[in-house]
């Protein structure tokens, strides 16, 4: 059973529209929660982190936790072609080691 | 501040035989967690060093094994090379294990083709 889900996508977005990337987890116990931009055939780059209930905001990137129902979730507003990446969800889970889940294909339009 | 550096970037080799990558971590931190990613899928967890010690170790054979030295460095060494370990292998560097873990920061991979 897998311990961190997304949806592989991909996900196809007009420019400058809002993108909705979402993740569950079953580790209760989870704390620490991320979110990595993976370009094709690069290493994953963390664009968000959070670690209590509600919504955390950086630029155009909003992340959300909802440790009740085990979501997090991470918006991109004013979406860009430069968006156009695979969006990781990585959580640490009770044995402090990060679990990944398989990433969701995000696709700007222009 | 140098960040996390893998070498070499791109490699091939004969299945059969072995191969050492190499990771040094970003400044001040003192963890590395080896990943492998084969295409579409995400990170896979290998193992993770700190103190020079293996702390954590993913679902993953003996034929892959690691190091690390007194400056925080690693290595990973894979025996007995598979085709099906062909992969983007990552280095992630981080602060602290345990309860203390921060966030990973990535190198920028090792793709390795065994042919």
């Known amino acids: 059973q897998k311990e961190v889900e997304q949806n592989s996508g991909p996900l196809s977005v007009p420019e400058g529209a809002i993108a909705s990337l979402n993740c569950t987890y079953s580790?209760?116990?989870?704390?620490?929660f991320f979110w990595y931009r993976q370009y094709s055939g690069k290493s994953p780059e963390l664009i968000m982190s959070?670690?209590s209930n509600g919504d955390k905001e950086d630029g155009r990137f909003t992340a959300q936790l909802n440790k009740a129902s085990q979501y997090v979730s991470l918006l991109i507003r004013d979406s860009q072609p430069s968006d156009s990446a695979t969006y990781l969800c990585?959580?640490?889970?009770?044995?402090?080691?990060?679990?990944w889940g398989a990433g969701t294909k995000l696709i700007i339009k222009p | 501040d140098a960040g996390v550096t893998q070498s070499p970037t791109h490699l091939i080799k004969t299945r059969g035989q072995q191969v050492t990558l190499r990771c040094s971590p970003k400044?001040?931190?003192?963890?590395v967690s080896w990943y492998q990613q084969a295409l579409g899928q995400g990170p896979q967890f290998i193992f993770q060093?700190?103190?020079?010690?293996?702390?954590q170790r993913g679902n993953f054979p003996d034929r892959f094994s690691g190091h690390q030295f007194p400056n925080y460095s690693s290595e990973l060494n894979v025996n007995a090379l598979l085709l099906g370990d062909s992969a983007l292998y990552l280095c992630?560097?981080?602060?602290?294990?345990?309860?203390?873990?921060?966030?990973?920061?990535f190198g920028q991979g090792t793709r390795l083709t065994v042919v």
């Open positions: 992630a560097s981080s602060l602290g294990t345990g309860q203390g873990v921060s966030e990973a920061f």
């Open positions: 400044s001040g931190h003192d963890t």
């Open positions: 060093y700190y103190e020079e010690e293996e702390r």
């Open positions: 580790d209760r116990v989870s704390q620490s």
């Open positions: 959070i670690y």
């Open positions: 990585a959580v640490i889970g009770s044995n402090y080691q990060l679990i």
